[in-house]
Nanobody
Framework: QVQLVESGGGLVQAGGSLRLSCAAS????????MAWFRQAPGKEREFVAA????????YYADSVKGRFTISRDNAKNTVYLEMNSLKPEDTAGYYC?????????????????WGQGTQVTVSS
């Protein structure tokens, strides 16, 4: 069993930056692909970014490409999402997820473990 805890969310002005962290416990996530999803009020949860087990392969939603960076530190059992040039439309709850395979997926139902989320609010 894996527990995921996100942190780093908050209120930021448009154009600003935030770094989200996702700390895992219970077992190592070093052989798991990891991803970030987000859900804005009144909208469905959507894919944001994903990384393979080594971090060598990553994938981003078009809406965040060039602004967000996903990374991982397997020694710390932690995954990060660096968010730059934030826009009001990035406002959402951000969720970390773990897939019990080495390669990532864009599909939410292929991720077994989820965190409780951290709120990001971008003011204009």
């Amino acid at each position: 069993q894996v527990q995921l805890v996100e942190s780093g969310g908050g209120l930021v002005q448009a154009g600003g930056s935030l770094r989200l962290s996702c700390a895992a416990s219970g077992r190592t996530i070093s052989t798991y692909a990891m991803a970030w999803f987000r859900q804005a009020p009144g909208k469905e949860r959507e894919f944001v970014a994903a990384t393979s087990w080594t971090g060598d392969s990553t994938y981003y939603a078009d809406s965040v490409k060039g602004r967000f960076t996903i990374s991982r530190d397997n020694a710390k059992n932690t995954v990060y999402l660096e968010m730059n040039s934030l826009k009001p439309e990035d406002t959402a709850g951000y969720y970390c997820a773990a897939r019990t395979f080495i390669n990532y997926s864009l599909k939410q139902n292929e991720y077994r473990y989820w965190g409780q989320g951290t709120q990001v609010t971008v003011s204009s």
